[in-house]
Nanobody, 121 residues
């Protein structure tokens, strides 16, 4: 069974930076669409960033210009570099593999356990 393990969360002051990592045990990592979601207290989970292949990326408007998603296929790892953090970025951040059909085989959606990011002075 595919697992996602996130790391890198923590407490950071406003204006600071953090890098989240997500490592998977699954196969065909380089072909998977990978997402970072977040869920703040009392709010719905929202898509923060997505990466398709190596360089096709999309971002939520609220993080454009501040967050960068990237992947290292050799390490089966995706990263979320977060700069100029704001208190409103405080949330649990989740790594996600989108459900996909690759070469006729269905690969289901997978969620990580989440990592807490707190932006506060």
């Amino acid at each position: 069974q595919v697992q996602l393990v996130e790391s890198g969360g923590g407490l950071v002051q406003p204006g600071g930076s953090l890098t989240l990592s997500c490592t998977t045990s699954g196969s065909i990592f380089s072909l998977r669409v990978i997402n970072w979601y977040r869920q703040a207290p009392g709010k719905e989970r929202e898509l923060v960033a997505r990466i398709v292949n190596v360089d096709r990326t999309t971002y939520a408007d609220s993080v454009k210009g501040r967050f960068t998603i990237s992947r290292d296929n050799a390490k089966n790892t995706v990263y979320l570099r977060m700069n100029i953090l704001k208190p409103e970025d405080t949330a649990v951040y989740y790594c996600n593999l989108s459900p996909q059909v690759v070469a006729g085989q269905y690969y289901p959606e997978v969620w990580g356990q989440g990592t807490l990011v707190t932006v506060s002075s």
